[in-house]
């Protein structure tokens, strides 16, 4: 993350709500599997946050702790930040079932950086509604479920999958797409992302690893395609295959 706000790079991490009306970065609704305590998250406080350590994706114990908001917006606002930093928070809880408190927190945390964030979700009055009144404030859509790639490979209504996110959701600056969505349509003859672009919305492809079976193709699809972005846990790995494969991607 420090090299991310260093070099302007587009970073994401999940959000979700504590007890006390604060928010910690995680991604499970429980704390068992990322840190050192056991419970929901909605059962903790910041003060306990503090009291946590982080695990790595094997279990170990690290000396990191979870970053709560308002770390997280204080370094965002830091001179070191790259102007063209920006911070992706995936909101992970029910937005409706926010305290007054939680939306007040929220607020004061962004108020001064509130120009370097997207808020992201799938609930798009949600988001508008926390989002209210921070200006510069992003918004990102993913209109992305379990099934909808069974559903539109079945189907091939690709065109119309687009169309339903656009007009759902016509204030977003960002659509958040499972990537084997843009390359199936890429397959049915459809190219999502430039109906997205037709709209003035970016459209980020989400989650691409070096281990993904046909990743140097794919990745070659997608940047050709016109994704403005790629969500990856391993940037330096997709940036040096990336490098690599632009004689080729043209």
């Known amino acids: 993350m420090l090299q991310g706000w260093a070099c302007g790079a587009s970073m994401e991490v999940d959000l979700r709500a504590l007890g006390d009306g604060d928010f910690v970065c995680l991604h499970d609704a429980t704390v068992d ?9 909605r059962d903790f406080t910041s003060s306990d946050v503090r009291s946590m350590v982080m695990r790595t994706d094997d279990g170990h114990l690290t000396d990191l702790q979870p970053m709560l908001l308002g770390d997280l917006a204080a370094a965002m606002d830091g001179d070191a930040v790259h102007p063209d930093a920006l911070m992706q928070l995936d909101f992970k809880d ?5 305290s007054a408190g939680h939306r007040q927190h ?5 108020a001064s950086c509130a120009d370097r964030f997207i808020l992201s979700g799938d609930d798009p009055a949600g988001l508008l509604s926390l989002g209210a009144g921070l200006p510069g404030l992003k918004i990102g859509y993913d209109p992305c479920r379990d099934d909808t ?14 169309a339903d996110a656009v007009h759902t959701v016509p204030f977003a600056a960002y659509v958040y797409l499972e990537y084997p969505i843009i390359l199936a349509g890429l397959d049915a003859g459809v190219n999502v992302v430039s109906i997205f672009h037709s709209v003035g919305m970016k459209v980020d492809a989400y989650t691409l690893n070096a281990d ?3 990743v140097e193709e794919t990745l070659c699809r997608l940047v050709q395609a ?25």
Do not use: K, W
Not at 33 to 39: C, I, Q, V, W, Y
Not at 236 to 250: A, C, W, Y
């Open 149 to 162: 790639l069974t559903r539109l490979r079945r189907t091939g209504a690709f065109e119309a999958f687009a």
């Open 33 to 41: 599997r990322e840190t050192s305590a056991a419970g929901p998250v």
């Open 212 to 214: 993904h079976h046909g």
């Open 94 to 98: 029910d937005i409706g079932a926010l």
């Open 226 to 250: 016109g994704v403005d972005q790629i969500t990856t846990d391993e940037p330096l790995v997709l940036e040096n295959m990336l490098d690599r494969l632009i004689p080729q991607i043209g």
């Open 106 to 110: 929220f607020h004061a945390c962004l």
